[in-house]
């Protein structure tokens, strides 16, 4: 088991039987680097250095699980996906120049990301899938972040069985990450209500739990103390690590 991949992590006994995740990851060695110097805790075990393996179209999970809350089956979003998203907008405000709404047929537009890499769960399983989408990094850019942002809030379209929404954030050093994109395709296809349709975040340099799907707001923020539970996003307000680079 490759402790050090723990170190930064609250979940480190809870994780003590996660053969799946660990061998997966052992081709990554450990290695500390801290990647926001205004964040004490931002200690990430980045094995990736920031840029996750690709894989071969033959090295594709066949049968690749759904996590997390269930699809969302409020009027809200029922209705958006009875008209294919036609009308979906993804919400880009808060410390930007230019707050903007974006329809999905924009976003596609943009689309400058096609890679197959590999999704690792907190839980302890591993697999490989293809998702296409915009670059964070683009998007931002299109909007314009104001110098006083810190982090990339996103607001979901799911709650958990208690009511609480879903939400999650990165700082602008993931965001700024070239393979940090806003999936629009997974398997070559528009993605799909199970897997975070219309529009999720995928991160392959973060643990699975960051890569916050039903995206349907976006907010540049200096600070994320006053979103709901104050740690940064829905697992790390039930005490998951806020940062999972693997
Ligand atoms: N909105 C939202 N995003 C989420 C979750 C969730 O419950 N809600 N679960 C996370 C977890 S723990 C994982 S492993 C992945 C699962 O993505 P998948 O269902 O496409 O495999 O989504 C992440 N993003
Ligand atoms: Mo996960």
């Known amino acids: 088991m490759n402790r050090r991949l723990f170190v930064a992590s609250s979940m480190a006994a809870a994780l003590a039987g996660c053969d799946g995740v660990t061998n997966a990851l052992a081709g990554n060695a450990g290695v500390r680097r801290v990647v926001d110097a205004a964040a004490p805790l931002n200690a990430g075990v980045i094995g990736t250095h920031g840029r996750a393996q690709l894989y071969a179209a033959s090295q594709i999970t066949r049968d690749f699980p759904t996590n997390g809350n269930p699809t969302p089956t409020d009027m809200t979003y029922a209705?958006?996906?009875?008209?294919?998203?036609?009308?979906?907008?993804?919400?880009?405000?808060?410390?930007?120049?230019?707050?903007?709404?974006?329809?999905?047929?924009?976003?596609?537009?943009?689309?400058?990301?096609?890679?197959?890499?590999?999704?690792?769960?907190?839980?302890?399983?591993?697999?490989?899938?293809?998702?296409?989408?915009?670059?964070?990094?683009?998007?931002?850019?299109?909007?314009?972040?104001?110098?006083?942002?810190?982090?990339?809030?996103?607001?979901?379209?799911?709650?958990?069985?208690?009511?609480?929404?879903?939400?999650?954030?990165i700082g602008l050093d993931e965001a700024a990450a070239p393979q940090t994109q806003l999936a629009t395709s997974f398997k070559g296809q528009p993605t799909p209500a199970a897997y975070g349709g219309p529009v999720r975040l995928r991160i392959p340099t973060q643990l699975g739990y960051k890569s916050t799907k039903w995206v349907h707001r976006i907010a540049l923020v200096d600070s994320y103390k006053k979103i709901y539970g104050g740690h940064g996003g829905y697992w790390e307000d039930n005490g998951y690590a806020y940062y999972a680079g693997i």
Request: proline share 4%.
């Open 79 to 169: 209705a958006l996906e009875a008209h294919r998203f036609a009308t979906y907008r993804l919400r880009v405000e808060g410390l930007v120049d230019r707050p903007h709404e974006f329809a999905l047929p924009a976003l596609r537009r943009m689309a400058n990301v096609d890679e197959i890499t590999r999704h690792d769960c907190v839980e302890g399983w591993s697999v490989v899938g293809r998702w296409q989408g915009v670059r964070l990094a683009t998007l931002l850019a299109a909007v314009g972040v104001k110098p006083e942002a810190r982090y990339v809030v996103f607001y979901s379209f799911d709650s958990d069985s208690q009511g609480t929404p879903f939400y999650g954030s």
